[in-house]
DNA sequence: TGCATTTCCTATTAAATCGATAGGATTAAT
DNA sequence: ATTAATCCTATCGATTTAATAGGAAATGCA
């Protein structure tokens, strides 16, 4: 299950993908336009700009704005900050490997020959999605 | 991620298909073959015999095995059965859905369309893929 | 300078889920 | 009968998730 911090994090950069302008988004307006609860929708901003998806200002007329053009943000990358590794399991994953304790051997395990393909077909559409297809409706 | 219990029943599923014949394979035998911990992988075998991939036999010489030939219990069924729907929103599941509370409209969000092409390309992993061909080698 | 506004940061909480265990009831073979 | 297996329910502890609280830091403007 995708995580609600995912998918607020997904809606709140469409809403400011779709603002069109320059100017910072407050995050005050994200969060009433798209039902979120603010203060969390706070802190999941706050990792997408740790991140170098988003740019931030402070204080009056402050709020949050694209680094990159949508056009240019993949799904791979702001799938990875938000949900974090996009394989099913660890010993699958490109970016967060990690090893099994269980499976001797992962080259005969029914389990990783499975999600290898799963991970595959998901980071297709990942890498073929960017923000700017989100925001047009 | 996937849970331990899907892991853990599609592991016990490659077992009890490599074991070839018709003879039911007991609890403790995968458990012990595939490092998992006994009591647990017998709840999980329970409801894969609920759900009718696996039938099962009380008392000595007792144990678990397949209803069908591997090569027709299809991965798309499997994982339902262990892991539930297999969209990662509820709004996107064929086979569980739920409206959102928040979207006034499904087909204006940003994340529904996403997860939509997600839902897809895994089922056409899952879909295409048996428990036969987990069990080769 | 001072005030209002906004992001930034840390800590905490409540609820849900997950992984595993416990203990015994039921069924079947010998 | 005895033994050996599945079946069933309940519970527990740990982790994760979603959300809240409270204030620090920075910025714009009068």
Redesign the pocket.
């Known amino acids: 299950?995708?995580?609600?911090?995912?998918?607020?994090g997904l809606k709140a950069l469409t809403f400011i993908a779709r603002s069109g302008s320059d100017m910072?988004?407050?995050?005050?307006?994200i969060a009433r336009g798209e039902q979120?609860?603010?203060?969390?929708l706070?802190?999941i901003?706050?990792t997408l700009?740790?991140s170098g998806i988003l740019g931030?200002?402070?204080?009056?007329?402050?709020?949050?704005y694209l680094r990159k053009d949508p056009s240019e943000i993949l799904m791979t990358e702001v799938m990875r900050v938000l949900e974090?590794p996009i394989a099913m399991v660890p010993c699958v994953s490109l970016n967060f490997y990690e090893k099994c304790d269980d499976c001797p051997d992962e080259l005969l395990c029914s389990v990783n020959k499975l999600m290898i393909q799963v991970r595959d077909s998901t980071l297709e559409v990942f890498k073929n999605t960017t923000l700017k297809d989100l925001s047009l409706r």
């Open positions: 299950m995708l995580s609600k911090k995912t998918k607020y910072p988004v407050q995050v005050g307006e979120i609860p603010q203060k969390f706070e802190s901003l706050l700009r740790k931030s200002k402070k204080g009056k007329h402050g709020g949050y974090g």
